[in-house]
T-cell receptor
């Protein structure tokens, strides 16, 4: 089945540690996105990529980094510079043109201890 | 910058009653508009979308939404809700200029009373 997978579902991190969240899609989509969700805040865009080896900052990129070495993969690293990293992280993908409907993965809940 | 407002944080509806969730957007041109639904701890599922054409859009699970340019609104409706509709609902807008991400409202939490 085509879809988006995120792993792990739950992740715990100690303060000061970097952590990488995985996002893989087999929908043959060119564009991929990372969003952060906090209670009562909706979703906010962290980074997005419209093509391999290229990505752009979203609204809240500080303290995060990404790479896009393969079309199918768009990992997100939460660095120690992110002041409040505890949140629910959602990955999405879409076509880069035409119908750009975004499809979402199941999410990763990150908790900083 | 574009923005989306969902004025109702919580809505409680009796099972079998009709539902309308409000969404207002701020954007200069005609945006691409979406409604997503999220169950607790899960990802988002697309209910419906509007790109152009007929302003009344049909979606999955019996939902529909109407785009009203004059009111900058894209309200979600369902004639008769089921207990399984209890969830968080998000309205979102895309600028239409490229695959550069969605702007989301803060969501409406729907509670279904038996």
């Amino acid at each position: 089945d085509g879809g988006i997978t995120q792993s792990p579902k739950y992740l715990f991190r100690k303060e000061g540690q970097n952590v990488t969240l995985s996002c893989e899609q087999n929908l043959n989509h060119d564009a991929m996105y990372w969003y952060r969700q906090d209670p009562g805040q909706g979703l906010r865009l962290i980074y997005y990529s419209q093509i391999v080896n290229d990505f752009q900052k979203g609204d809240i990129a500080e303290g995060y980094s990404v790479s896009r070495e393969k079309k199918e993969s768009f990992p997100l690293t939460v660095t120690s510079a992110q002041k409040n990293p505890t949140a629910f992280y959602l990955c999405a993908s879409s076509r880069a043109s035409g119908s750009r409907t975004q499809y979402f993965g199941p999410g990763t809940r990150l908790t900083v201890l | 910058a574009q923005s989306v407002t969902q004025p109702d944080i919580h809505i409680t509806v009796s099972e079998g009653a009709s539902l309308e969730l409000r969404c207002n957007y701020s954007y200069g041109a005609t945006p691409y508009l979406f409604w997503y639904v999220q169950s607790p701890g899960q990802g988002l599922q697309l209910l419906l979308k509007y790109f152009s054409g007929d302003t009344l859009v049909q979606g999955i699970k019996g939902f529909e939404a109407e785009f009203k340019r004059s009111q900058s609104s894209f309200n979600l409706r369902k004639p008769s809700v089921h207990w399984s509709d209890a969830a968080e609902y998000f309205c979102a807008v895309e600028s239409g200029g490229g695959a550069d991400g969605l702007t989301f409202g803060k969501g409406t939490h729907l509670i279904i009373q038996p």
